[in-house]
Nanobody, 124 residues
Framework: QVQLVESGGGSVQAGGSLRLSCAAS????????MAWFRQAPGKEREGVAS???????NYADSVKGRFSLSQDNANVALHLQMNSLKPEDTAMYYC??????????????????WGQGIQVTVSS
């Protein structure tokens, strides 16, 4: 049974940092495309960052230079280090997996599995 479990969310003041983690289980392979998305109230879901099975990463322009991905392939976990957080980063954050080694050319599309989401709140 495929399962994605997010952890590490919470509340922080602007300029602070948080680290989100996504633990994946139930997959036949340990290397596949994984990503973080977020959705703020009243807004559409947006892609934050992705990493494929070869380690290639993509980041949304709004988080470049502030957020970074790392992956623990042994435990099939994906981490999102979020620094210099801004109030506009406040959202529900979701982990997603595409059950393929490579992400689509548009890395924001094509995900098969989603986590339940975890809240990140940044206060000014």
């Amino acid at each position: 049974q495929v399962q994605l479990v997010e952890s590490g969310g919470g509340s922080v003041q602007a300029g602070g940092s948080l680290r989100l983690s996504c633990a994946a289980s139930g997959f036949s392979s340990s290397r596949f495309c994984m990503a973080w998305f977020r959705q703020a109230p009243g807004k559409e879901r947006e892609g934050v960052a992705s990493i494929d099975g070869d380690g290639t990463t993509n980041y949304a322009d709004s988080v470049k230079g502030r957020f970074s991905l790392s992956q623990d392939n042994a435990n099939v976990a994906l981490h999102l280090q979020m620094n210099s957080l801004k109030p506009e980063d406040t959202a529900m954050y979701y982990c997603a997996v595409r059950s393929s080694r490579r992400c689509w050319s548009d890395w924001k599309l094509g995900y098969n599995y989603w986590g339940q989401g975890i809240q990140v709140t940044v206060s000014s």
